[in-house]
């Protein structure tokens, strides 16, 4: 997970148990600029997924990850 980072990004997360899942990244307004996955279905255990920004502006970014059990979220910046 560079941080800042221009052109991509490693979202990591762990689970106890299966779950489906929503990732995703928001401005700082809160609204959705990409979708990762949604209701996308992980087993337990460690996980890691590259993330393209080339779309994003240089900006200020939530990574937003949920699940039924879960929520997270992380700031990052993108700086082309």
Do not use: C, W
Not at 22 to 29: G, S, T, Y
Not at 38 to 59: C, M, R, V, W
Request: aromatic share 8%; net charge positive.
């Amino acid at each position: 997970f560079p941080n800042p980072s221009s052109q991509q990004i490693i979202a990591g997360f762990s689970l106890q148990t299966a779950a489906r899942v929503d990732l995703d990244i928001r401005d700082m307004q809160g609204k959705i600029v990409q979708t990762i996955a949604k209701k996308a279905f992980y087993l337990p255990g460690q996980h890691k997924l590259t993330i393209n920004l080339p779309e994003l502006s240089d900006g200020i970014y939530v990574l937003s990850l949920k699940s039924s059990r879960f929520a997270k979220t992380e700031k990052f910046v993108v700086n082309h």
